[in-house]
């Protein structure tokens, strides 16, 4: 009795609860009211980086981009499930995996968490695919004052692939918070062929200004 009563309580409790932004109405969809989920930067378009096309769920504006930094740099996971539900308004391919981007362990321990994975598990879940980690990422620099072809250089020798990862997939989908250069999703794609991916997508909550 008491494993239906928890959820269906839960039900309720969502179904009460006020809008995660203007805290004024009550929660409709992903954690926001109607009005603050219509309002929000959409895009729900393609942009091309690095001659790769990339879905993109909103614009780096308000009041997402600063959405994305407190839930980023902040630890306000409590936006979770609005930035996974813009991700999932995106008509995405049939994939097999979701890759999210990876962070170098001392962005780890600086923020306690990888934000994209985050997101990813939430995907994940929505769209009954597994979560696929096979590469990491090394040191991360700063890229300022390097040239276009420097960058790109430094970011994909960040990226290497785990040896112990035996699992293989064929069509996958990159998962990141946001694309400017599209420097980290071209650097982490070459990796992903070389370990046999034939179809390899990517999808981001924003898209900003390179």
């Keep these: 009795m008491l494993q239906f ?3 269906l ?3 309720i409790i969502q179904g009460i609860a006020s809008c995660t932004l ?3 109405d009550r929660n409709h969809q992903h954690s926001l009211c109607k009005d603050c989920w219509q309002q929000l930067p959409w895009s ?3 942009v091309q980086r690095q001659e790769m096309n990339i879905q993109v769920a909103c614009h780096y504006d308000y009041p997402i981009d600063r959405i994305i930094q407190k839930f980023k740099y902040e630890q306000h996971l409590h936006f979770q499930n609005l930035l996974a539900g813009t991700l999932i308004e995106l008509h995405l391919p049939k994939i097999q995996a979701i890759v999210p981007m990876p962070i170098s ?3 780890l321990l600086e923020r306690g ?3 994209s994975l985050v997101l990813a598990k939430i995907m994940a879940k929505q769209i009954n695919v597994p979560v696929w980690q096979p590469v990491s990422r090394l040191q ?3 890229q300022k004052g390097l040239s276009r072809l420097e960058r790109l250089d430094n970011i994909e020798q960040q990226f290497q692939i785990n040896s112990t990862s035996k699992l293989r997939y064929r069509r996958v989908l990159i998962l990141d918070d946001v694309v400017t250069t599209g420097s980290s999703i071209h650097a982490l794609k070459q990796k992903l062929e070389q370990l046999g991916c034939h179809k390899i997508y990517a999808a981001c909550i924003a898209s900003a200004e390179t």
């Design 5 to 7: 009563i928890n959820p």
């Design 9 to 11: 309580f839960r039900k």
């Design 22 to 24: 203007c805290g004024i």
């Design 44 to 46: 729900k378009s393609t």
């Design 105 to 107: 362990t001392q962005r």
């Design 113 to 115: 968490y990888n934000q």
């Design 140 to 142: 991360q620099y700063s």
